[in-house]
């Protein structure tokens, strides 16, 4: 039997169906892999090898591994609350404390018998593009070791893409699972708002947060995804609908025949006059793959939503006025760090310097920045604005799937990100170069729509995502398209890397 | 410190009032407003919590359906248009007791809106509109450890429970009320009151003052007579009882006219009421307030309450205190002194229920408003307190009715109910209360009298009638009270006069 680190989640399922390995292998192989590489990749800010050994013993015990993802491994997000097991967010501010509670996700997975490996590091409070405003650590690419992973989610596509993890949980807010998919070489996908519970999840922003797979390949993502999708009561905002069909979607794609769908290209993301922060290798790869579906059968055209150049302003008001909000609870009282409690300040005192010392500096600037749209005075011009932008992204997307006389498409798709990992430290100092990292992912956070990001390429030796957008609730479409982008590609990109590193 | 504060009479020589009420009614429903924990009062602190009305992070909101129901009910009952779409908003600031660091609230979308309520002082209807009814959740509670006083002011440490975190709060805020003049803090206690009693007639709430069920933020100020401007205004926060409405109503006037009458300026600020002395005293002001920066709740859906469901609400709403007031008025034959009487006594429904236990309105009421307010009053306990059944009223009332007992006697069986010994009828027998007949014992009783005062008996015989009353007495007296008076007499005469 070759590396078990090397097999994807479907592979492992069939090998543990087959009773050709444990749940007790299958995990300790990732322990061990994670224990040789994480010290340098920095992958996970919390592993707990015993507890993960002990909960695949049992899952072997039960007879149940190899139906679904039952023994399987996964990483999770340092975003979701596990019960009894540190969970910070990337934060200092949260350091040491251990939830009462667990995410619905996370308990959606353990009821799955999937083997919790550990929680990976992100930017705090999932706020950034390349995983470096972690408090704890940096994640390094392991495409190339000097190179950032993308971000929010940087921990889990540096654990996927580093084998250190068949499958992981990410979080998108603007981009958050798309990018560090894209520039890792992985399959990300941002569920429709709605159709996964944020319940336990902490939020960023909420009316964009979403949780969803990541994986090295595209039907390894939708069992991830069928495994954590769903009706919560406990999150009001959750839809009361049956979780798309994605994985017979993504079987039925790689068979590879698009024919008769419908795909736009968007103009505004890299077409024509819309190329600037666009690298030459990411838009020749995404041409690349445009050609692929259309020699798959699809029948492409360009397609014009105009108020996509207004996304990433919007996006810059409505996420941190809701984080400014969002993170207020974060006061040294109840949970997490309490700072300067030496019995001469008073609570206000306490909850400042908590804060002041328990949040790092882009956390700061957002709450800042969200602080000042949502006060009196601005709020029509700067929060209320945004609604109005977003309110108008949206209907881009419905008038390019409904189309009207032109007839509408089924998905559009764009490059995920407009260039491929850059270096360690190359935007710390201007943020909004970092913001400009998510352009193309911001339009479907602020629609609600859901998006995959699927491998087309390498530029200059290192990954180019694929973005596919599509209508709510149609996220069978985003992993069809992918899966058939994926067999024309052949195996899956991060086997290169392997294959490199040997 | 004590303030100059001007005469309540004089300062209606020279200005007006303008009084404006923000209520919050906690609602009785069985669980919290975002989540599943009960709301008993009185718990171990911190026991009834959470993960999410501790707001842990990552823990979202979930809408209390009968919150809301009760809410829309309230709304109607004050006559208010019920919103088809209303939204929570999130209010942001910083305290101890607000978990998450915002308050789930609503702000420019309430659920109910432009209703009225009217009230009655001294036979003058006042309407007081009601600009919105809104539902949002409670804060948790300070215990402030240390100090001599309780508060915050001179503590070493605080301590937060969280069980009244999330508790449903409906809050009720009037637009301001003009015009009631000298009777304006009369018109804001008579509000109260009448609101307590609707929401207690919905259901809703067990509206305890006492318990901080219903409390009342009132907000006062006064404008130069005749000048058709307002002044500005300051909000005396947490008054907790209906006596101290109208006091903190009473207190700021005077209190506001003293500083105008010196050429000051009122500062619009929040004012605390002190129960003991009646007076308010200046809490934050206004003028460097907190932005709330509210902005729509992200983790809620909209309200969206069904207009079938609203009417079904609304029809079903049960019988509002002002109607039942005037349809028992008229049942009863009452003035609208008398009605207020029994409303202010606290005996309407200890009368009306007492009349259902087969008593007449009047026998219901005498007793209601005499003996019974009386032992009540002696004990220091609300009249719904006493240890006696409106059931166990009628009964005695009946008892007299049908000359088992006089009232003397009844009063006596009264003390045996109250005392725990049973229902009347079981404490006239297990007493022997009853009413002497024509009996043996009487007979002798009366014979006994008249040989023992031969003199009496020769002055009535002479004409002094009314020198009977005497062996009346002695009569009443040897049978302890237990012969009817009426009987007696008549007896005495037969003997004595011989007719």
Redesign the interface.
């Known amino acids: 039997m070759s590396d078990l680190t090397t097999l994807t989640a479907v592979e492992l399922q069939a090998a543990l169906a087959a009773g050709e390995t444990t749940s007790v292998e299958v995990t300790r192989a990732h322990l061990d892999r994670i224990a040789a590489e994480d010290g340098a990749l920095g992958a996970y800010l919390h592993v707990d090898g015993d507890a993960a050994l002990a909960r695949a013993a049992e899952v072997d015990a039960s007879g149940t591994a190899g139906t679904g993802l039952a023994g399987i491994p996964v990483a999770l997000k340092d975003v979701?609350?596990t019960e009894g097991v540190p969970?910070t967010?990337g934060s200092r501010i949260?350091e040491g404390?251990r939830?009462?509670?667990s995410?619905t996700v996370a308990t959606r997975l353990r009821d799955a018998g999937t083997v919790m490996l550990g929680k990976t590091n992100m930017d705090e409070f999932a706020m950034g593009s390349s995983t470096e405003n972690s408090a704890y650590t940096a994640t390094r690419n392991p495409w190339d070791r000097d190179r950032i992973p993308g971000g929010s989610s940087g921990g889990s596509s540096t654990a996927v893409a580093g084998h250190l993890a068949p499958l992981a949980l990410g979080t998108d807010t603007g981009g958050s699972i798309r990018q560090p998919a894209a520039l890792t070489g992985l399959v990300g996908h941002k569920p429709t708002y709605g159709s996964v519970s944020?319940?336990?999840?902490?939020?960023f922003?909420?009316?964009l947060d979403q949780a969803g797979p990541m994986a090295r390949t595209v039907l390894d993502a939708a069992l991830l995804h069928e495994a954590i999708g769903g009706h919560d009561?406990?999150?009001?905002?959750s839809i009361d609908a049956p979780v798309p069909a994605v994985v017979e979607a993504a079987r039925r794609g790689a068979g590879g025949d698009l024919a008769g769908l419908r795909v736009g290209v968007v103009r505004e993301l890299g077409g024509e006059g819309a190329r600037e922060g666009y690298e030459q290798g990411v838009l020749d790869r995404f041409a690349g793959a445009v050609a692929l579906l259309e020699a798959a059968g699809a029948e492409v055209r360009e397609v014009s939503c105009p108020s996509f150049g207004l996304a990433l302003p919007a996006y810059y008001l409505i996420a941190p006025?809701?984080a400014?909000?969002n993170?207020?609870?974060?006061?040294g009282?109840?949970?997490g760090i309490r700072v300067g409690d030496d019995g001469g300040r008073d609570?206000?005192e306490v909850?400042a310097l908590t804060r002041e010392q328990g949040f790092g500096p882009e956390v700061k600037r957002r709450i800042i920045l969200g602080?000042y749209a949502?006060?009196?005075g601005y709020?029509d011009a700067y929060?209320g604005q945004a609604q109005k932008v977003r309110t108008l992204i949206g209907r881009d997307f419905s008038t390019a799937f409904d189309g009207g006389a032109s007839g509408g498409v089924d998905v559009l798709v764009s490059p995920t990100s407009p260039t491929v990992a850059w270096p360690i430290g190359a935007r710390v100092h201007d943020p909004l170069a970092m913001y400009a990292a998510d352009l193309c992912t911001l339009p479907a956070s602020l629609a609600g729509v859901p998006a995959i990001s699927v491998p087309c390429g390498l530029s200059e030796g290192l990954p180019v995502g694929l973005q596919v957008m599509a209508p709510a609730l149609a996220d069978d479409r985003c992993y069809r398209v992918a899966a058939a982008v994926e067999a024309a590609l052949g195996a899956p990109l991060t086997d290169r890397l392997l294959e490199r590193a040997a | 410190m004590t303030e100059t504060l001007v005469e309540f009479d004089e300062v209606l020589t020279r200005y007006e009032p303008v009084i404006g009420l923000e209520t919050h009614v906690e609602l009785g429903t069985e669980s919290k407003m975002f989540c599943g924990c009960s709301t008993t009062f009185g718990a171990e602190p911190n026991t009834q919590t959470c993960p999410v009305c501790l707001g842990l992070p990552g823990s979202l909101p979930v809408a209390n359906a009968a919150a809301v129901e009760s809410t829309i009910r309230i709304g109607l009952a004050l006559g208010c248009r019920i919103a088809p779409w209303s939204r929570f908003a999130r209010k942001n600031y910083f305290y101890p007791d607000i978990p998450k660091g915002f308050q789930t609230s609503q702000y420019d979308e309430p659920l109910c809106v432009d209703g009225h309520l009217d009230v009655e002082v001294d036979g003058e209807t006042y309407r007081v509109e009601i600009e919105r009814v809104h539902l949002e959740e409670d804060t948790g509670k300070n215990l402030h450890v240390g100090g001599a006083t309780g508060r915050i002011h001179g503590a070493d440490h605080s301590l937060v429970d969280f069980n009244r975190a999330g508790i449903p709060l409906v809050e009720i805020v009037t637009r301001p009320v003009a015009g009631a003049g000298a009777k304006a803090p009369e018109v804001a206690r008579a509000y109260v009151t009448e609101l307590r009693e609707i929401v207690q007639a919905l259901g809703a709430s067990d509206v305890r003052m006492e318990q901080g069920s219903l409390r009342c933020d009132v907000n006062t100020s006064l404008a130069p007579a005749g000048s058709g401007t307002w002044g500005t205004r300051t909000e005396t926060k947490n008054v907790n009882s209906l006596r101290s409405v109208e006091r903190a109503v009473r207190f700021e006037m005077r209190r506001q006219a003293a500083v105008l009458d010196a050429g000051g300026r009122i500062v619009q600020e929040t004012r605390h009421f002190h129960e003991d002395t009646g007076s308010t005293s200046s809490g934050r002001s206004k003028e460097e307030a907190t932005d709330y920066r509210y902005f729509p709740e992200p983790d809620l859906v909209p309200l969206a309450p069904d207009a079938e469901w609203i009417e079904k609400l609304a029809a079903a709403l049960p019988e509002l205190p002002a109607a039942r007031r005037a349809r028992l008025r008229e049942e009863w034959g009452l003035s609208a002194t008398e009605m207020a009487w029994l409303v202010n006594a606290g005996a309407l429904g200890l009368v009306e229920e007492t009349v259902a236990a087969g008593a007449t309105p009047a026998d219901a009421r005498k007793w209601w408003l005499g003996e019974l307010a009386r032992r009540a009053n002696d004990a220091g306990v609300e009249l719904s307190a006493l240890a006696v059944t409106p059931r166990q009223v009628a009964e005695l009332t009946a008892l007299v009715a049908e000359g088992t007992v006089n009232d003397q006697l009844a009063r006596q069986a009264l003390d045996g109910v109250l005392a725990g010994e049973g229902d009347p009828r079981a404490v006239v027998e297990a007493r022997g209360l009853a009413v002497l007949g024509e009996s043996d014992e009487l007979v002798s009783a009366v014979d006994a009298a008249i040989a023992g005062a031969p003199d009496v008996v020769a002055k009535v015989q002479g004409g002094k009638v009314q020198a009977l009353g005497a062996l009346v007495g002695a009569v009443m007296k040897a049978t302890r009270g237990k012969a009817d008076a009426a009987t007696v007499r008549r007896m005495l005469e037969e003997r004595v006069l011989g007719s």
């Open positions: 979701f609350v969970t967010s949260l404390w939830p009462p509670y995410a944020r319940y336990g999840l902490i939020a922003s909420s009316s009561p406990r999150d009001s905002t006025s809701e400014s909000s993170l207020a609870r974060f006061e009282m109840r949970f609570v206000d909850m602080t949502l006060s009196a709020y929060y």
